[in-house]
């Protein structure tokens, strides 16, 4: 298992936070790295495109300012999403941007693309693609990505179905670069577990929903607090992909959960339609029975850093 030298040293947490549709900011992503986590967003949640640019720079002056006046702790980097499906007609603008900013990770979804990750690694950044199974893992590496996140069942948004033992270990039978692992990760202590399955990072999603600084109605945060994993909702219909979404948010839009149309793939849209969906039927993984409160970025990351410790120790008092 290997980190990328770019995370050498920059990480209180073996952990990347996961881009949210219209929840990540630059306000959230900023905290979570100057908390020592991978911070990312959508390129897609900077809407005009002209708001993509204003957010790199924001997000470059915030972390170089942290970074001169605490040179002991430096922030972590930076990651952007960029939807690769042809459903994004601004992929393009957004990767141009990418390069201007020179983001240090992009991770790619629902799609691998060779003259992306060409066009990313001639700038000297690493490229993440999320995958849901070994053959998609396979040929996102073949295509040129340094990295790989595996999505397995339980994660937020456009979850797999694999468990993640079944997953994180076909993929290490061939792979020894560096992997994260989403699927339900809330707790230091699941944290712990994905790096002894052979994970390099975790991928935690849903439990910065509830945060302050998150792009969240107050209801849904409220949401995320109050709810367990039996209220998550695995459905295709939002966006043409299988994703898990909260049940009560699905019976509030006018909607029987349990009895929820069969959608097609070619309905895949992130326009406007799309962000429609996600403001009204809400996402998430089926971690969240582990978050009790809206608290600060900064306060999710000193919990999972205090379990993750806590964790770790219990093992080593341990007989095995």
């Given at each position: 298992?290997?980190?990328?030298?770019?995370?050498?040293?920059?990480?209180?947490?073996?952990?990347?936070?996961?881009?949210?549709?219209i929840i990540s900011n630059p306000k959230l992503l900023i905290a979570?790295?100057?908390?020592?986590?991978?911070?990312?967003?959508?390129?897609?949640?900077?809407?005009?495109?002209?708001?993509?640019?204003?957010?790199?720079?924001?997000?470059?002056?915030?972390?170089?300012?942290?970074?001169?006046?605490?040179?002991?702790?430096?922030?972590?980097?930076?990651?952007?999403?960029?939807?690769?499906?042809?459903?994004?007609?601004?992929?393009?603008?957004?990767?141009?941007?990418?390069?201007?900013?020179?983001?240090?990770?992009?991770?790619?979804?629902?799609?691998?693309?060779?003259?992306?990750?060409?066009?990313?690694?001639?700038?000297?950044?690493?490229?993440?693609?999320?995958?849901?199974?070994?053959?998609?893992?396979?040929?996102?590496?073949?295509?040129?990505?340094?990295?790989?996140?595996?999505?397995?069942?339980?994660?937020?948004?456009?979850?797999?179905?694999?468990?993640?033992?079944?997953?994180?270990?076909?993929?290490?039978?061939?792979?020894?670069?560096?992997?994260?692992?989403?699927?339900?990760?809330?707790?230091?202590?699941?944290?712990?577990?994905?790096?002894?399955?052979?994970?390099?990072?975790?991928?935690?999603?849903?439990?910065?929903?509830?945060?302050?600084?998150?792009?969240?109605?107050?209801?849904?945060?409220?949401?995320?607090?109050?709810?367990?994993?039996?209220?998550?909702?695995?459905?295709?219909?939002?966006?043409?992909?299988?994703?898990?979404?909260?049940?009560?948010?699905?019976?509030?839009?006018?909607?029987?959960?349990?009895?929820?149309?069969?959608?097609?793939?070619?309905?895949?849209?992130?326009?406007?339609?799309?962000?429609?969906?996600?403001?009204?039927?809400?996402?998430?993984?089926?971690?969240?029975?582990?978050?009790e409160a809206v608290v600060p970025a900064a306060a999710l990351v000193?919990?999972?850093?205090?379990?993750?410790?806590?964790?770790?120790?219990?093992?080593?008092?341990?007989?095995?």
């Amino acid at each position: 298992m290997t980190l990328p030298v770019q995370l050498a040293g920059r990480l209180s947490l073996p952990m990347m936070a996961a881009p949210l549709f219209i929840i990540s900011n630059p306000k959230l992503l900023i905290a979570q790295c100057v908390a020592g986590v991978v911070g990312s967003t959508p390129s897609l949640n900077a809407r005009p495109i002209e708001t993509l640019d204003a957010w790199l720079t924001e997000i470059r002056a915030a972390l170089d300012a942290h970074d001169q006046a605490y040179p002991d702790r430096p922030s972590a980097p930076f990651a952007i999403n960029l939807i690769v499906h042809r459903s994004n007609t601004r992929i393009e603008q957004d990767l141009a941007l990418c390069i201007k900013h020179r983001v240090p990770i992009i991770i790619t979804s629902l799609g691998a693309r060779p003259e992306i990750n060409d066009a990313v690694h001639a700038y000297g950044g690493i490229v993440f693609h999320d995958v849901i199974d070994d053959r998609f893992a396979r040929k996102a590496i073949e295509k040129g990505a340094d990295g790989l996140i595996a999505v397995a069942a339980g994660a937020g948004g456009h979850a797999g179905t694999l468990s993640p033992f079944a997953l994180v270990s076909e993929i290490r039978r061939w792979f020894d670069g560096p992997l994260a692992l989403s699927g339900s990760i809330a707790t230091g202590g699941a944290l712990l577990a994905a790096r002894a399955m052979g994970a390099d990072l975790g991928y935690v999603g849903s439990a910065f929903i509830a945060t302050e600084e998150a792009n969240a109605a107050p209801a849904y945060k409220q949401m995320i607090v109050d709810d367990k994993a039996a209220d998550i909702v695995y459905s295709d219909l939002f966006t043409g992909v299988s994703g898990n979404y909260l049940k009560h948010s699905i019976v509030a839009a006018g909607l029987d959960p349990d009895n929820l149309p069969k959608s097609d793939p070619s309905n895949m849209n992130f326009g406007d339609g799309a962000a429609k969906a996600w403001r009204d039927v809400w996402g998430s993984g089926q971690g969240i029975g582990a978050i009790e409160a809206v608290v600060p970025a900064a306060a999710l990351v000193a919990r999972l850093k205090r379990e993750y410790d806590s964790a770790r120790a219990r093992l080593n008092q341990g007989d095995l």
